[in-house]
Structure formats: structure tokens, C-alpha cells
């Protein structure tokens, strides 16, 4: 049986939390940045993993209550779900993203702008207001759904890792035509190659560790290619 989840360090600042959710099969993520204005989430897995965001507040030495901003990818339940602990945030998602009845979620966010210290570009790829956040002080880029693992075991480095494999299994997906809509999946990659980010924090499953614009770029012209 897997482990129900894993609380890693992905640098100084920032944590993973990766929820194993047997109902859907997959790794599901969250995130918490401390800044000096409070602690950041971003993402928050399903309404029934709240004690797992609990547990993983209590062992980093924080309470939900600490949370200052929500920062939401997009408005699917694995991600918005556990937005109710966070009673003390701003919560913000893209105004294109259909949010849950009675949520505290404020539909704020453009196609580009800013938030204290990231930077956000809608992506519009997995859903219609699917954003990027990218942490300019770590150069670490959140990509949700966008770019994720949905259902793929951690890399064998860990769940935070260069992640050879996990990179490898993206480029034979993608070389399979497991992308949809290629032209708009493809505008979405070259929007987060142009952060040049360290660190690539995704949705579901493992975090990635160096190289990234190598990744990218990989995956920009595979997609290139086959277009
Ligand atoms: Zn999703
Ligand atoms: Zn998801």
C-alpha cells in the first residue's frame, strides 16, 4: 500500500505536499511558500484531504490560519478543494474558471499580471482559465494541470529530483499525441519556457529540479515537429 503522502523540501522557502488519492490514482499536490507577509498555498488537493493539509501545516511549524494568499491554478475540485481551512486568505483564480457555490474564491485574475511576489500568465490549456504562477525570489514556476504527472509514479530520485524519468515519459506522451490541442499546448510551453524558471512545481506527482528550459525546449520542438 502507498503511503498516504509525502511532505518534502523543495528549497528554502517552499514545501510539497503530495497526497496519494486512491479514488482517482494519482499523486495530488499542494504548496506552501513562506514569505515574509505570511504563508502562500498554492493549490489545495480534494475537500477530503484537509487533514492532510493540516498535518503538513503542523510538521513546517504553521497553522492554516497562517495563510495569507491562495493562489489557485484552476478550478478543478482536486485543486480548489481544500480552500475552506484557509479562512484568513486571499483566495484568487482566473475570472474564466467556474468556481464551487459559496466559495470565498475571488474569479480576480487576468490573462498576465501580478501578485506579490509572482507573476501569472493564463495558459488556457486542461481548462479555460488554466494559469502559471511563477515565484520570482526561487524561480520556481506552479503549472497545475498544464505540465503535470497525472497517475505516474514519483521519479525514482524522489519526489523532488531531476526527474529524468518523469521527464522522459512526458516527451513519449508527448511524442504519442497525447496532447489535445497541440498549437494551444504549445503557446502555453513557450510562455513558461520565457521565465526560465529553476524549479517546475506541478499539479500531480513529481517536482523537477534543474534544467528546465532544457525540458521545455525539448518538449516545444517535439511539438513543433509533429504539428
Ligand atoms: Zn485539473
Ligand atoms: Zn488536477
Known amino acids: 500500500m502507498k503511503v498516504e503522502y509525502q511532505l518534502e523540501k523543495v528549497n528554502d522557502h517552499i514545501d510539497v505536499l503530495a497526497v496519494w488519492d486512491a479514488e482517482w490514482n494519482t499523486y495530488t499536490n499542494a504548496y506552501f511558500i513562506k514569505e515574509e507577509a505570511g504563508l502562500t498555498v498554492v493549490d489545495s488537493c480534494k475537500e477530503g484531504h484537509l487533514v492532510f493539509l493540516q498535518h503538513a501545516l503542523h510538521k513546517i511549524g504553521k497553522t492554516a490560519d497562517d495563510v495569507k494568499l491562495m ?7 482536486d485543486h480548489v478543494g481544500g480552500e475552506t481551512l484557509f479562512t484568513k486568505a486571499r483566495k484568487v483564480i482566473h475570472a474564466d474558471e467556474t468556481l464551487p457555490t459559496g466559495s470565498s ?3 480576480e485574475l487576468v490573462d498576465r499580471g501580478t501578485i506579490g511576489d509572482y507573476d501569472y500568465t493564463r495558459v488556457g490549456y486542461h481548462s479555460p482559465g488554466s ?16 505540465l503535470c504527472f497525472f497517475g505516474d509514479p514519483l521519479s525514482d530520485g524522489g519526489l523532488v529530483s531531476k526527474g529524468d524519468d518523469l521527464r522522459q515519459a512526458w516527451v513519449e506522451y508527448l511524442q504519442g499525441g497525447g496532447v489535445a490541442d497541440l498549437p494551444v499546448f504549445l503557446d502555453g510551453l513557450r510562455i513558461m519556457k520565457e521565465y526560465d524558471a529553476d524549479v517546475l512545481c506541478t499539479g500531480h506527482g ?5 534544467e528546465i528550459d532544457v525540458f521545455l525546449q525539448e518538449l516545444i520542438e517535439i511539438g513543433e515537429k509533429s504539428q
Open 71 to 77: 493562489l489557485i491554478t484552476h478550478g478543478h475540485e
Open 105 to 107: 474564491i475571488s474569479g
Open 131 to 146: 494559469v502559471v504562477f511563477f515565484h520570482r525570489p526561487t524561480r520556481t514556476l506552479f503549472t497545475g494541470d498544464f
Open 206 to 210: 513529481g517536482v523537477l529540479v534543474g
